[in-house]
């Protein structure tokens, strides 16, 4: 059995999502049962010892780090954005520095909410325009850190447009 709960443990620490007794026994080749007990007992060692980790069960199974240590998380790592918040830092990549307002004009009004998201993350910075009526935004040394991307975002757009030159190429 101690080899079963380190093998589940193995499962918990890669998978990306919560995983039901059913896809772990599946993916290990196991009786259900077995797992049930087996995860019981994990669930037990890591709540037994004072760490950073937990099983959370609450939707199924995984691995996670206490809520008391995110802070920690998200410094090195920021929590994943959703499509629609990676589709206005694309656009502010892409288009820096772009006027706040303009961005509203290409994402719509969701737009704000986004930068507000951004910003905290510190993916992008803002500074008042000339006019003081909007902000420019540009992306931050920690958003080509993020993307693991060497140098700045005009490298970025380089290769975007050359991939654009490329296709044109391909289909003559």
Same mark, same amino acid.
């Given at each position: 059995?101690?080899?079963?709960?380190?093998?589940?443990?193995?499962?918990?620490?890669?998978?990306?999502?919560?995983?039901?007794?059913?896809?772990?026994?599946?993916?290990?080749?196991?009786?259900?049962?077995?797992?049930?007990?087996?995860?019981?007992?994990?669930?037990?060692?890591?709540?037994?010892?004072?760490?950073?980790?937990?099983?959370?069960?609450?939707?199924?199974?995984?691995?996670?780090?206490?809520?008391?240590?995110?802070?920690?998380?998200?410094?090195?790592?920021?929590?994943?954005?959703?499509?629609?918040?990676?589709?206005?830092?694309?656009?502010? *990549? &892409?288009?820096?520095?772009?006027? $706040?307002?303009? =961005?509203? #004009?290409?994402?719509? @009004?969701?737009?704000?909410?986004?930068?507000?998201?951004?910003?905290?993350?510190?993916?992008?910075?803002?500074?008042?325009?000339?006019?003081?009526?909007?902000?420019?935004?540009?992306?931050?040394?920690?958003?080509?850190?993020?993307?693991?991307?060497?140098?700045?975002?005009? *490298? &970025?757009?380089?290769?975007?447009? $050359?991939?654009? =030159?490329? #296709?044109?190429?391909? @289909?003559?």
């Amino acid at each position: 059995m101690e080899n079963l709960k380190a093998r589940i443990e193995a499962v918990l620490f890669t998978t990306a999502k919560a995983l039901t007794t059913n896809e772990i026994a599946e993916i290990l080749e196991v009786e259900n049962e077995q797992i049930e007990e087996s995860i019981l007992e994990l669930i037990m060692d890591y709540a037994s010892r004072d760490g950073a980790l937990e099983i959370d069960d609450e939707n199924g199974y995984i691995l996670q780090v206490k809520e008391e240590h995110m802070d920690i998380v998200e410094k090195l790592c920021p929590v994943d954005l959703r499509p629609a918040v990676m589709r206005t830092l694309a656009v502010i *990549a &892409l288009k820096e520095p772009i006027r $706040q307002t303009d =961005l509203k #004009e290409l994402r719509g @009004s969701t737009a704000y909410e986004h930068v507000a998201e951004l910003l905290e993350k510190e993916l992008i910075s803002r500074t008042r325009d000339k006019n003081g009526r909007s902000y420019n935004l540009k992306t931050t040394p920690k958003f080509a850190e993020y993307f693991k991307l060497k140098g700045d975002t005009r *490298a &970025l757009e380089k290769l975007l447009e $050359q991939g654009k =030159l490329d #296709e044109k190429t391909d @289909s003559k």
